[in-house]
């Protein structure tokens, strides 16, 4: 998912002072040596790049057609029934913006390149997503994307989905930024039974995570731990979210090389 705009932090500045090179751009920056949004290389290779990623993302949409295929058959039918996905880094793969962003010394994180991809990019979508949403849609399943993408590019937004031939994609099923996602569920709440969600960060889920610390996001995952996998599918997403700035633990043994 795309952060919405309020929690959204520019790290810029801190990974500069870890570098303290030029950032204008990229063969500048090779002059010098790597610039400071270099260090999202290793995420980026991993989420567009590794098949272990894409071996994740057709898991998850397999285990939600199971998932989905349970609360048809509880419910007794389809009817009435719903589902809720979230966009970026869930259905669509934004990666070639991000790494563009990456070799032009640009961090990504600022968001203030998305409203041009929104516009004129072209996302991939996501292994699976495309025969689960077609499945959610032949078994009568009401699909609302629910999504941070910017209101005024509901247009584009509507014409990507068009475009890579989503299911169920109307001004009334496409939900972006303004009111907060929770918000946006409630309204989905009010007229259909929402039986399962899918997004790549946990405020995709529940507005307890939108307003939570890295801790407090820990507690709150094992205090949901039944949802994960059942009704709540979570999706890889390597390249940005509210751990990018976390503390990494280190083994304090003294470095030994053999």
């Known amino acids: 998912m795309k952060m919405p705009f309020t929690p959204r932090l520019c790290t810029l500045a801190a990974l500069a002072s870890l570098t303290a090179l030029p950032l204008t751009s990229h063969a500048d920056s090779n002059d010098a040596g790597m610039c400071a949004q270099e ?59 991000l790494v563009r962003d990456m070799q032009a010394c640009h961090d990504y994180t600022a968001w203030d390149t998305w409203e041009h991809w929104e516009r004129e990019g072209e996302p991939r979508l996501m292994p699976g997503a495309k025969a689960f949403l077609d499945y959610a849609d032949e078994q009568g399943v009401a699909i609302f994307y629910v999504s941070d993408r910017y209101q005024e590019n509901e247009a584009d937004t509507i014409a990507t989905l068009n475009a890579l031939a989503l299911p169920q994609v109307s ?72 751990w990018s700035e976390a503390e990494l633990d280190a083994w304090e043994a003294p470095f030994e090389g053999e």
Not at 41 to 48: D, E, T
Not at 68 to 94: F, K, M, P, R, Y
Not at 185 to 202: I, N
């Open 39 to 97: 260090a999202y290389a290793m995420g980026l290779r991993y989420q567009q790049q590794s098949a272990e990623a894409a071996a994740l993302q057709r898991q998850g949409f397999a285990l939600a057609t199971y998932r989905l295929e349970d609360q048809i058959e509880a419910h007794g039918s389809s009817d009435g029934l719903a589902i809720i996905t979230d966009l970026d880094e869930t259905v669509l793969d934004n990666s070639a913006l």
């Open 171 to 242: 001004e009334q099923s496409v939900m972006l930024l303004g009111p907060a996602k929770e918000e946006r569920r409630a309204e989905v709440v009010e007229s259909h039974t929402l039986v399962m969600q899918l997004g790549d960060s946990l405020h995709d889920f529940a507005a307890d995570f939108a307003g939570a610390d890295l801790a407090q996001q820990h507690d709150l995952v094992n205090d949901n731990a039944e949802r994960f996998g059942k009704d709540w599918i979570v999706f890889p997403n390597a390249t940005y979210g509210a």
